[in-house]
């Protein structure tokens, strides 16, 4: 009979690592999103080249693509990183590229009045975004946001490939140890869903937040 | 470490060999996420409540749960069951069942879109529930969801990299070992980067093509 209070403990520790790297990838892809989506929007045409050139590299090739690139292509540049590292950098380098598509068509769907209201009420370009555009078009991205948070949770599992310990690491080390197949894989599938059902609970909660004292302005 | 251009064209055959089961492999498996994710969506319309939240059910958990952990599913404890697949037949069907679920979403819009008009004259003109879904509800239904699914099929094809780790000797796997046995990783994983990009960025130019071509049924 094989001890399994110890093998569960190992997935559990894995899920630790998994759920670090959702949260701080998600954190760098917030941040890269609205950078290059509103980027894209910019009145420069050096920034909305950048900002297009980035996101058009980071969709066209995937995820495991872009980490094994950083992990082993990049300490020759002299940069080199931990798997951790090269794992939140490439997940969120990723995802932000997709969250800034979502962010560019957001503030696109503002109605063309709001912009002119705030031309005709003195706002500068930052308060004009701070004040008016963003709170409206927030809601509006959540829902996306939250598919994207879904699939960086995803990608994490690739990380186990540039042998980062996280859940789909520790399952492969659980299989070579115990012959055992279906628990390890079959537990970490279920913690995953769990996962990704937290990460949608929380979405609709923020919608609900995020919305608030919107009624009456848009539907 | 310098690029090194007599080494690129030392792995480029083999890289070629590898793009080829990749490509295999993405053609595979968008007709298996094609014909999977018109299933789920049909009988996820059964007037049944326990078949329809079941299907529903396993669709949110496979699009919850990673492809990779998928794959190592399908490839590891299938055969304790007796089912041994090979691996490239593994990994058509982990992609297919993945992406099914997502398609099945795009058919289920698009069977939505059909007015319901169309269904009460197709069961007013006696025909049968088969008849009235492939002669009238399906061939106005699929036109529209075509750019949708296309888009679904091109992520796919960036996910076939995860292949390699069931051992699938694709693009990614062919480079991996390029890379191991010579100690050098700028070329085959750039080129690898660059493989997918430029096939990338022409399928969003046909995806644009398909977009003009059947988005705009009603308009015509």
Redesign the interface.
């Known amino acids: 009979m094989i001890d399994w209070s110890g093998y569960i403990g190992l997935i559990l520790q894995g899920a630790l690592v998994t759920i670090e790297l959702t949260i701080m990838g998600s954190a760098l892809a917030l941040v890269m999103a609205f950078a290059a989506g509103l980027g894209r929007l910019s009145r420069f045409l050096a920034v909305r080249t950048l900002a297009t050139v980035y996101i058009?590299?980071f969709?066209?090739?995937?995820i495991?693509?872009?980490l094994?690139?950083v992990y082993?292509?990049l300490p020759?540049a002299g940069v080199t990183l931990t798997p951790l590292q090269a794992g939140v950098l490439a997940l969120g380098l990723n995802v932000g590229a997709y969250g800034a598509e979502v962010v560019r068509g957001a503030v696109r769907a503002i109605g063309r009045e709001q912009h002119e209201a705030c031309v005709a009420l003195n706002l500068g370009r930052y308060h004009r975004m701070r004040h008016v555009i963003l709170p409206q078009a927030l809601p509006l991205m959540l829902p996306t946001f939250g598919n994207n948070a879904?699939e960086l949770?995803?990608?994490?599992?690739?990380v186990?490939?540039i042998s980062l310990t996280d859940m789909?690491f520790q399952?492969?080390v659980v299989?070579a140890q115990t012959g055992s197949?279906?628990i390890p894989?079959?537990t970490?599938?279920i913690l995953?869903?769990a996962m990704?059902?937290a990460i949608s609970a929380g979405v609709r909660w923020l919608e609900r937040r995020a919305s608030r004292g919107l009624d009456g302005v848009r539907v | 470490?310098e690029w090194d251009w007599a080494f690129v064209r030392e792995i480029m055959p083999t890289l070629l060999e590898g793009l080829k089961i990749t490509i295999l492999a993405t053609i595979l498996g968008a007709i298996v996420a094609a014909v999977v994710g018109l299933v789920l969506a049909i009988v996820r319309r059964s007037p049944n409540p326990l078949i329809s939240r079941t299907v529903g059910f396993t669709a949110d958990?496979i699009r919850?749960?990673?492809?990779?952990?998928?794959l190592?599913?399908i490839f590891?404890?299938l055969?304790?069951i007796g089912i041994r697949l090979p691996p490239l037949v593994a990994g058509v069907i982990g992609l297919g069942i993945h992406y099914g679920t997502y398609a099945a979403e795009v058919y289920r819009a698009g069977i939505d879109n059909v007015p319901r008009g169309q269904w009460e004259a197709a069961r007013a003109t006696n025909l049968s529930i088969r008849q009235a879904w492939i002669h009238v509800v399906l061939p106005q239904a699929i036109p529209p969801m075509i750019p949708a699914l296309a888009n679904y099929f091109i992520a796919m094809f960036?996910?076939?990299?995860?292949l390699s780790?069931i051992t699938v000797l694709e693009l990614?796997n062919q480079a991996?070992s390029a890379?191991n046995s010579s100690y050098r990783?700028?070329e085959p994983?750039?080129l690898?980067?660059v493989f997918?990009?430029v096939i990338?960025?022409i399928s969003?130019v046909a995806l644009r093509w398909l977009e003009e071509r059947y988005a705009r049924v009603e308009e015509r």
């Open positions: 058009e590299f969709r066209g090739t995937s495991f693509v872009q094994f690139w082993f292509v020759f879904i949770l995803k990608g994490t599992a690739v186990s490939l789909t399952a492969q299989r197949t279906l894989f079959a970490i599938l995953y869903f990704a059902c | 470490m958990f919850g749960t990673p492809l990779l952990v998928q190592y599913f590891y404890v055969p304790d960036k996910e076939t990299p995860l780790a990614m991996k890379a990783y700028i994983m750039t690898v980067g997918f990009l990338s960025l969003v």
